[in-house]
């Protein structure tokens, strides 16, 4: 029987150069180091399968448009809606028909890295991208459904790419007269409404940490806004800063003469 090294084994799990008849070799070794090869490289190929499986499941929706040959889908998500302070962002991608990145999906799934890694093949290989960005003045004035609406609407409006089609994560954008379909869990169901939600929560995190160095007392860049136990105690000690969001009752409570 032919012997391979580990660093052998390793290679050709790498490049795929292998056939089957070498594959059920290294099976048959005994060696540790071969044995921990085959197991990392089969907990490769299953972790790809079901990528791929997901996939799958998540261009259904856009897959089913394409038959009815509308083009340009946009996915619409919007992040932000809890946090005390900071504004609410929402995004629109266009994807292509030819768009395979496996691994995307709803960005709350992902750690910070991947969906920086995400935001950066999303941001290459898209037909059009909007951000939209409603602030938390405005947020006080109208309500947070409200402004998640307006940010959606202003993400619309940004797209170079006039959409034929909408697919929105869960609400409806009934003063826009595009066809459409909300979602609910989109970012789970919809690849373009995935690929919304990580350009949307990428967008606003980066926004969150330049904050931070300007309102350095209410660990933005740790808690994106959000009410953590860090964050009301820089509440309860500094007060609100111009960031926060006035309406919100934890934020209120604070307010100084």
């Not at 070799?25 to 990528?51: H, T």
């Not at 920086?116 to 405005?138: C, P, R, T, W, Y």
């Not at 009934?174 to 967008?203: C, E, F, N, P």
Request: charged share 25%; hydrophobic share 35%.
């Amino acid at each position: 029987m032919k012997q391979w090294t580990v660093n052998q084994v390793k290679d050709m799990f790498k490049t795929g150069n292998f056939s089957e008849k070498d594959l059920e070799c290294l099976k048959a070794d005994q060696r540790k180091g071969i044995q921990q090869e085959i197991k990392r490289y089969e907990r490769q190929k299953e972790q790809i399968k079901q990528q791929h499986d997901q996939f799958v499941a998540m261009t259904q929706y856009e897959h089913q448009l394409y038959e009815q040959n509308i083009q340009y889908i946009a996915g619409i998500d919007e992040v932000g809606r809890g946090p005390l302070a900071g504004p609410v962002v929402a995004a629109a991608v266009i994807l292509s028909p030819e768009f395979d990145v496996l691994g995307l999906t709803d960005s709350k799934q992902l750690s910070e890295k991947k969906r920086e890694m995400f935001a950066s093949i999303i941001e290459e290989k898209a037909e059009a991208i909007g951000v939209g960005i409603v602030h938390n003045d405005l947020i006080d004035q109208h309500n947070i459904y409200q402004a998640s609406i307006m940010a959606m609407e202003d993400a619309i409006d940004n797209l170079s790419v006039e959409p034929d089609y909408l697919l929105i994560d869960a609400v409806e954008l009934k003063r826009l007269g595009y066809d459409q379909q909300s979602i609910i869990k989109g970012d789970q169901k919809s690849i373009s409404i995935a690929a919304a939600s990580i350009i949307a929560k990428v967008t606003r995190d980066r926004m969150m940490k330049v904050y931070h160095k300007k309102y350095p007392g209410y660990g933005f860049d740790q808690n994106q806004g959000y009410g953590t136990k860090a964050h009301l105690q820089g509440l309860k000690e500094n007060g609100p800063s111009p960031i926060h969001r006035y309406s919100f009752a934890p934020v209120k409570q604070h307010i100084r003469d």
